[in-house]
């Protein structure tokens, strides 16, 4: 027998599924953080300069938009011990330069092989990944949207590949 009296059940527990209004709402909360902290490394860049005594140097340039990055490390029994990195070019290559120096330092090779292996993927579209292993890295994938960027994003990525390379050696 159905009953005309309100439930006793409060509201906050009758869980109903998000409407597209609040999915574009979350996305819209997501991009603006994201937007955030690629702006935060931009405007305040981590581990920007030249280093003492790197073991590996390498530069990269993206010849499409003019984007430049040198990557510098010390290496010490198969740690990134400092990283830095110098270069000139839009705010996504720039943050996301940043963003590697503080991913990498302190790391064995073998994982900063991986990490860039997985977020080169992650950028080319893969969306099998950890987001706990990508950490603040996450913010960077908005920009697969924009498929010119991406380059942008990876350029420091794919050259701390060959002076991780240079250092293996």
């Not at 209004?21 to 819209?28: A, F, I, L, M």
């Not at 740690?79 to 120096?101: P, R």
């Not at 900063?112 to 099998?128: A, N, P, Q, W, Y």
Request: proline share 5%; glycine share 6%.
């Amino acid at each position: 027998m159905f009953s005309s009296r309100p439930s006793r059940r409060p509201a906050s527990s009758l869980q109903m599924a998000p409407t597209n209004d609040e999915y574009r709402k979350q996305e819209t909360e997501l991009d603006e953080l994201y937007r955030d902290i690629i702006l935060d490394h931009y405007r305040n860049p981590r581990h920007r300069g030249h280093l003492q005594k790197p073991t590996a140097a390498k530069e990269g340039y993206n010849p499409l938009c003019g984007d430049e990055v040198t990557v510098e490390l010390t290496v010490r029994d198969g740690v990134i011990d400092d990283v830095a990195y110098v270069g000139s070019g839009c705010s996504i290559s720039q943050s996301s330069a940043s963003m590697m120096t503080e991913a990498v330092q302190g790391k064995r090779l073998k994982d900063v092989k991986h990490l860039i292996d997985t977020f080169t993927s992650v950028m080319r579209g893969s969306d099998d990944f950890d987001p706990d292993e990508l950490g603040d890295l996450e913010a960077l994938t908005g920009v697969r949207k924009f498929p010119v960027r991406v380059k942008c994003a990876t350029l420091a990525w794919h050259t701390l590949d060959d002076a991780v390379e240079e250092s293996a050696l």
